[in-house]
């Protein structure tokens, strides 16, 4: 018995790891509205990217967005994107108003992002490289320690203090 709930823990903690495949996983040719007005281009190259997954009805998302707001104050070579997905533009700027944000935040209501790249839970973060790839997707909040580890192993970045 004991050997088999360990065997059940251990399919679970491997289904529920945090860096899961990119491998055949595509961003959507679609553009968004961004919260501050205008259109983003979910395709564009250029730039790594790292985009952020969200919704205001998630704690751990809200929990994680003012360390994406930090680092994206604070990094470059890299954009950091915030993707709301699944609320209205109401009340995806009311909670980016009450966290004080100021990086980019573009909406999502229909959720394409998140059914595109078949991702189940938020927050997910979807790391690009500069020639629109995805090179990974972590699932899961994260604090800003890890997400500076990822954004200068993933591409180099550079982070001022």
Not at 72 to 83: E, L, N, W
Not at 117 to 143: C, K, Y
Not at 146 to 159: S, T
Request: aromatic letters at 4%; charged letters at 20%.
């Amino acid at each position: 018995m004991k050997r088999a709930m360990a065997l059940g823990l251990g399919l679970i903690l491997a289904a529920t790891s945090c860096a899961t495949s990119a491998e055949d996983r595509v961003l959507p040719d679609i553009e968004l509205e961004l919260l501050a007005g205008g259109t983003y281009d979910l395709t564009q190259t250029g730039q790594p990217r790292a985009l952020n997954l969200w919704a205001t009805w998630c704690a751990p998302c809200r929990a994680e967005l003012p360390a994406f707001d930090d680092v994206a104050g604070r990094v470059t070579g890299v954009d950091i994107v915030g993707i709301n997905v699944g609320d209205t533009g109401n009340d995806a700027a009311e909670l980016v108003e009450e966290l004080d944000l100021r990086f980019t935040q573009v909406l999502d209501p229909l959720a394409s992002v998140q059914q595109a790249l078949r991702i189940t839970g938020m927050p997910s973060t979807v790391f690009v490289d500069e020639d629109g790839v995805i090179v990974q997707i972590h699932a899961g909040e994260l604090e800003t320690e890890e997400l500076e580890e990822l954004l200068v192993e993933l591409f180099d970045a550079h982070l001022s203090s």
